[in-house]
């Protein structure tokens, strides 16, 4: 077995290399296959040349076959007896589909997909809508409308509206654009006019327009094809325009891809590799080589705004001063953009120590922004499969008193000292989060379209509340969900949560495990390379432990106004990086 | 991720490496994807018995690695000629199993080193890897000899590992 750190390159001896030479190329004798035999039998050095040889060899037929056989027009059909990268692709999708279905309805399927006779877009289309059926029949389509802006659209196509799910198949729009994001993470925002085909979670053909292609955090290998040119991410966002059939531009923004050209020509079917930073231009007058562009930040548009926020109106008061301390009260000071969610190293005790919390990054922060402060907070998260983990070290002059007591006035449990997170697990949503609460739009004397009120009822947004009740020595938890915050569900059964007061009476430690189960996600939990959102609140009480007087906010979208409650706008929520 | 999806994403995942794999077992390309196919419909059948909390490659390879045997020994009926017997294979299954992230990065290097060959070894490499492309035909095509033929091709592959080898040195991985 390779040992961990056995060296990942072989030296070759020239006789391996033109043996195993003759063997890539069909020309190995009897005498020639008892030499390999026994070489690779003797010698680790030599297997381990011989796998870095045949790696090669197959990434050659591979991915080389796959990228010079990809000349398939739009809506083209396989030529018959094709082999090679797309039948490949073709055959494993199949299998895939194979995969999930159940019993001999799987192995007829998987008999009769002769890849020959599938087109792209049939095999695709049964693939996903045999993956959605059968490996979960809850799951969601192929993709769905994450968000629109000055979308118009054919009167003989369907509408496309937030929220709104999409199968395999062409979305086609006159103006304006259109985000999408894929059951995967994967975004796609198409500009219009454009039309774009989905063919998969990780295929799709742009026929005409602009389209950024930005992939979850860990995950690459989205293929997004043009008439002219095809593109293979390797981890990235980037911008692909496609005119007139003939011509392709891509520009990278983060990471890399490989581009490469249909053009007949000596070299113009070779993977151009392209980097952040990096512009080039597919088109007939140079086939063999792409013509370099310069990189234009603002040239596609990467992410659509969420619909733009209204900040409340300041109270009239007397001075200067209080107008600073009355913003600082009501919406902080928040510096951190994001937190980082990982993952624990091994089970995790829920016992009101942070042991287990070392290797856990979080953030820390003190109010005003004073480091002398009394009120701070060290916060962290982490999860696994099951369990969403909060902890926090909280700096509190009166820790631990609150006097609310959940069996009465759950919905006041912040005011006595607590711990407010609101997070999002909706992965369709990914970051920001589009959704703001009723009272919203009613203190600002807005209407809320169809499309927003439904987002307030996102099941996937949660309030959690969290506060030690002094009387009882009961640790509370309230969660509230969607953008509907005073519909509480109070100390649900299954979480877990244990507190201690700090030595010199100035702070305390809470922590928390929360399942999954508790906010409905159970069956589709985070995972790591998700970008979703979270924000924090501590909450700070009077002595009495009844009387809110300060708090910090942490976590906070930078781009949103700063005058706008968390708790009534999503977007406002920072990113949270689950790793 | 359920459980199914977990295994679909691993099954697609490592899908290049197994086919390199049973290409270093078989040698032809197409026999290397038939019985890639074989090891795949193999995969589906046992995909229950799947431990998601194990890595994925060592078991699947493992299957492979039966197919791939499964293969030669009908071959070997025919011809009498068996390339690698079952502990050999077992070795090569083994060792590798563990080379998923050399072999990721490998080739992704290669597509860059692709970009610096000359346009006539380009173009040589394309004709190789045509689909169905041989070495006898390609060689008669030139009015060659295949073994010079395999031989600049040799020099190719050379010149190709020797700037992967160099690509993952700069970036830290050797």
Redesign the interface.
Known sequence: MTRANAPLHADFEPAWEQLFNQFADGLATSDDERRLHDLLRDSADARRAYREFVSLHSSLYWDYAAVANHGMPPGGGLESGERGGQWRSRWIAAVVAGLILSGAAAAATVALIAPSLLKRGELAERAAADERAIANPAAAPLATVKNTRFLLVDEHESPLAAGQPIDAGRVSILGGAVELVLRNGVEILLEGPGELELIGELQAFLHAGSAVVRMPKGMHGFRLETANTEVLDLGTEFAVKAAGGVMTDVQVYDGAVLATSKFEGNGGRFPKRLEAGQAVRFSPESPNEPGTLPYEEGRFARRLPVDKAVEHQMPRLSSKQAQTDYLIQQFGQPQQPGIVVSRPAGPMAIDGRLDDWRSAPGFTASLNRDPAAAEWVDGRMMYDDEHLYIAAHVGDPHPLSSSIDPSLDADDGWRGGAVQVRLSTDRSQGWPVNANAPSYYKMRRLVATPQQREAAFNPRLAHLTMWFHAASATPCLTIARGMMIGDLQLNPSGFRAAYTRDADGRGYVMEYAIPWRLLDCETDPPQPGDDLAAAWQVLYSDEGGRLWRTQIIEIRNPDEPPKIFCWERAATWGRAEYR | ??A??K??AE??RC??QL??FV??MV????D??DVL?ET??VL?QK?AEFDDKRPFMPWAIRFAQLQAMAYLKRRQRQDC?L???D??AK??A??????EP??EA???A???C??K?S?KQ??L??L?????A???DMAAAAKIA??A???R??RI??S??EC??KT??EES??
């Open positions: 991720m359920s199914s999806a295994f679909i099954f697609t899908q290049r086919h390199a290409l270093s040698w032809h390309p197409v290397a994807d196919q795949n419909l589906w995909a000629r390339l690698i017997d502990a050999l070795i090569m083994d060792e590798a199993a563990y080379e050399i072999f490998r080739r992704i290669l597509a860059d692709l970009q060959l346009p380009r173009d490499v394309s190789r890897y045509e689909p169905k041989s070495i006898t295949p073994k033929l395999s031989e091709l040799r592959r050379h190709l590992l992967i080898r993952l040195a991985f050797a």
